[in-house]
């Protein structure tokens, strides 16, 4: 196994960082480093917004609730970006181009770009000895994120990215095993593969080093499904003029 495949397998989210900011090099690197993920069609079609208002940072926590939104090394915010095209065009073509904008395949491909490239910058990250930890919670109000950084029409927040020197050292959460996840020509689900994984981290959450607790995988997601989660983000995102086709 080489240094890249030891470092992808040993990723952990970092949620507590020791009180010292990027440098401008650092940050420049990790977004470079982004900037080279696969694009679809080469759109990149995406923004990153860095956050280094304390301010601003401190309302951006109060939105996650999450104290290390504003405590940490840097904030980065990756949104989905089709105004970036759109503007780019005279009005013409603009109105020609509504119909792809506008469409839920576009709204897909904006956000996977955004995703990619936020694993490449999570990987920068980590290689430079750098924690990081996504942050969907920012989509606990979507309308007011998207007020606080004066996002204009077809730009929507996807998830924040914390990014700092750790001041942790969490352990490594298991993933499933290989064949629940990895299916050959055809979808295959089978129960048991769950049932195998509800063991390993009901095992998992008795050993690790803090916070033991008793608690399962599917637990987990029934526990957290069983209220409605963050229904207004349908009506922002049709707002926003995307997926609404």
Partial sequence: MNQTIDLLQNHRSIRKFKDQSLSKEQIKTIVKA??????????????????????????????????????NGHLFVFCADLNRMYQSQPEEIQEKMKDNIENTEFFMMSAIDGALAAQNAAIASESMG??????????????????????????????GMVVGIP?????????????????????????????????????YYVDRSFNTKQDSWSQQVGRKLS????MDVTDFVKNKGLNKR
Avoid at 47 to 54: K, L, N, P, R, V
Avoid at 174 to 194: C, K, L, M, S, T
């Fill in 130 to 159: 750098l924690g990081i930890c996504y942050i969907g919670s920012l989509r606990n109000d979507i309308n007011r994120v998207n007020d606080l950084l004066n996002l204009p029409q077809y730009v929507i927040p996807l998830f």
């Fill in 167 to 203: 001041d942790e050292d969490p352990d490594v959460k298991p993933r499933f095993d290989f064949d629940a996840i990895y299916h050959e020509n055809q979808y295959g689900y089978q129960h048991e593969h769950v049932e195998r994984f509800d063991q390993t981290t009901k095992q």
């Fill in 34 to 71: 982004a900037q080279s993920a696969s694009t679809s069609s080469y759109y990149q079609a995406y923004t990153i917004i860095g956050i280094t208002d304390s301010q601003l940072k401190a309302k951006l926590r109060q939105v996650s609730g999450q104290q290390y939104v504003e405590d």
């Fill in 227 to 230: 209220n409605p989660i963050r």
